[in-house]
């Protein structure tokens, strides 16, 4: 059975920084592709980031390029989204998916297979 959980959330002023981890157990096959997701009050889920358990390609949306990044373990089942220069507007739950054989650049939340409980980010002073 595959599990899916995410650790790392908190409270965090605007400018400071977060890491979320999210571990993933009971994958059979090889090849995945992992996203984070986010979902802020009133608004709809949105693609934050992924990447992939192959070549380890990654892809940002435009408002957290050069701020957030997404990496694998060595062993490629525990994903990781460092989160710096929090701003208020990145508060949400972020939710961590595994999507088999997903290629990295495809942010349709419909291609991912499992998904995490989800953790909360709030930037605020």
């Known amino acids: 059975q595959v599990q899916i959980v995410e650790s790392g959330g908190g409270l965090v002023q605007p400018g400071g920084s977060l890491t979320l981890s999210c571990a993933a157990s009971?994958?059979?096959?090889?090849?995945?592709?992992i996203g984070w997701f986010r979902q802020a009050p009133g608004k709809e889920r949105e693609g934050v980031a992924f990447?992939?358990?192959?070549?380890?390609?990654?892809f940002y949306r435009d408002s957290v390029k050069d701020r957030f990044t997404i990496s694998l373990d060595s062993y490629g089942n525990t994903a990781y989204l460092q989160m710096n220069s929090l701003k208020p507007e990145d508060t949400a739950i972020y939710y961590c998916?595994?999507?088999?054989?997903?290629?990295?650049?495809?942010?349709?939340?419909?291609?991912?297979?499992?998904w995490g409980q989800g953790t909360q980010v709030t930037v605020s002073s």
């Open positions: 998916t595994w999507g088999l054989g997903v290629r990295v650049g495809i942010t349709d939340e419909g291609e991912f297979d499992y």
């Open positions: 009971g994958l059979e096959e090889d090849s995945y592709g």
């Open positions: 990447t992939s358990n192959t070549d380890r390609s990654t």
